[in-house]
């Protein structure tokens, strides 16, 4: 099971993107509530998908309250990944599907890696 | 109509500290920045972006679409200029003259439009020079080329708008101030060209659905390819995000590299353009990948081949 992060290198609030071998795009882990979402790098904007910071991991909006894509503006829900704002409007993010062991481990569900 | 092009565009953003790290790696100057109030970020000429608070009072109403662009400032040659696009916009539609002396209104898609006499400064600087066999552009010892040579922004060079009703918009600048279509890409939009500018493009627009409507990216012209290079591998090791780029376009023959940026819209470096006249005879093609670029390469670190094989490979 690939390892992303531990749970301490993720401070609530915050997101990280993270490199996976054999993934074509990042994977962006969100803390919040309490809760840890994994969505792809992957605005949907255009076919074929495009990356979402403006700089190493650098993924939410001003407020931290939306995953945001820093190209032309799009924002999505960070439970859900539905785009709320922008030009994926009916559009939504990838999920992920993580997993945070009793250590605090957060790795990608068994199989992810070959998606 | 005597209009230069953008001299200002006016951002309402939700984080500012952001977008002062962002604007200042770029290569901009912040002026009577505060972390609280934002500021204004300017090139080599005067020109530049002001940045504010989505919630400042002091800005116009805000695009319902979320995008962060609030006005366009366009500067004119002179007062005779300006009193002519009071003139002609008053015809239509409420035309207010500030105590600073611009003039304050709306486009056609409800975009916010500023003019005023132009306060950019003439630039008297060269341009990145090339040597070639039948033409040395540089004098002998003089170098190309050097790691810390400066890349600062020249001029603001063009804003890119989305825009849901192309035919009105491209109505209003063509026809009302006066713009020439340059080149246009069918089923996308126009370039233009303001009449004191010539510029390949100030402006260009791209038809999109009417909750997309705002800025699509903005750029600034830098000194030439080289400068251009040197800044945009500058932004990417200091952790920076590329979009597009570096290539080469082929409408204006301008070179580009876009990055996000937390304005919520891409910022290039530019360096390059044609510049037309009025004998130009505008071009048109479909849109996409071949028409869109002559040239398009991804950064990758640095690196050099040296030596032969390791032993045993």
């Given at each position: 099971m690939t390892r992303l992060c531990h749970l301490d290198d993720l401070p609530e609030g915050g997101a990280r993107g993270f490199e996976v071998p054999g993934l074509a795009c990042k994977v962006i882990v969100v803390r919040r509530g309490g809760r840890v979402h994994g969505w792809r790098d992957f605005c949907p904007h255009y076919r074929g998908g495009t990356p979402m910071a403006w700089k190493r991991d650098a993924y939410l909006n001003g407020a931290g309250d939306h995953i945001a894509c820093h190209a032309h503006g799009a924002w999505f829900d960070i439970e859900t990944g539905a785009c709320v704002q922008g030009p994926c409007l009916g559009k939504r993010l990838i999920r992920v599907p993580l997993i945070v062991d009793e250590a605090g481990a957060v790795r990608l569900r068994p199989g992810e890696e070959r998606r | 109509m005597q209009i230069i092009g953008p001299d200002s565009l006016v951002f309402g953003v939700d984080d500012v500290p952001a977008c002062h790290e962002f604007l200042t790696a770029y290569g901009l100057d912040a002026h009577d920045y505060t972390p609280e109030k934002g500021g204004h970020f300017l090139s080599?000429?005067?020109?530049?972006?002001?940045?504010?608070?989505?919630?400042?009072?002091?800005?116009?109403?805000?695009?319902?679409?979320?995008?962060?662009?609030?006005?366009?400032?366009?500067?004119?040659?002179?007062?005779?200029?300006?009193?002519?696009?009071?003139?002609?916009?008053?015809?239509?539609?409420?035309?207010?003259?500030?105590?600073?002396?611009?003039l304050r209104t709306q486009d056609d898609q409800g975009f916010e439009l500023s003019f005023r006499v132009t306060t950019r400064r003439q630039l008297d600087l060269p341009a990145e020079k090339v040597n070639a066999p039948g033409d040395f552009g540089r004098k002998p010892n003089q170098i190309g080329v050097w790691q810390e040579m400066p890349t600062k922004p020249r001029t603001l060079s063009h804003v890119v708008l989305f825009v849901p009703d192309i035919e009105p918009a491209l109505a209003f600048y063509r026809d009302r101030l006066g713009f020439r279509v340059t080149d246009t890409f069918i089923g996308t939009g126009p370039f233009l060209r303001p009449q004191a500018n010539p510029d390949h493009h100030t402006h260009f627009f791209i038809r999109t659905p009417?909750?997309?409507?705002?800025?699509?990216?903005?750029?600034?012209?830098?000194?030439?390819?080289?400068?251009?290079?040197?800044?945009?591998?500058?932004?990417?090791?200091?952790?920076?995000?590329?979009?597009?780029?570096?290539?080469?376009?082929?409408?204006?023959?301008?070179?580009?590299?876009?990055?996000?940026?937390?304005?919520?819209?891409?910022?290039?470096?530019?360096?390059?353009?044609?510049?037309?006249?009025?004998d130009w005879v505008p071009r048109e093609t479909p849109m996409g990948a071949e028409a869109a670029q002559a040239f398009l390469f991804q950064h990758r670190d640095k690196w050099a081949p040296s030596g032969g094989p390791k032993p045993g490979h």
């Open positions: - | 080599l000429d005067g020109t530049g972006l002001e940045i504010r608070r989505r919630d400042d009072p002091s800005l116009p109403p805000a695009l319902k679409t979320g995008n962060m662009l609030r006005m366009q400032v366009l500067g004119v040659v002179d007062e005779a200029a300006l009193e002519a696009v009071a003139a002609e916009l008053g015809k239509d539609r409420q035309v207010l003259r500030l105590a600073d002396g611009s009417p909750y997309m409507q705002g800025c699509e990216h903005l750029a600034f012209h830098m000194g030439g390819p080289t400068e251009l290079m040197l800044a945009g591998g500058k932004m990417i090791k200091a952790g920076f995000e590329s979009f597009w780029g570096p290539g080469r376009h082929k409408f204006g023959s301008n070179w580009f590299w876009y990055f996000k940026s937390p304005l919520g819209c891409n910022v290039e470096f530019d360096a390059d353009m044609d510049t037309h006249d009025d």
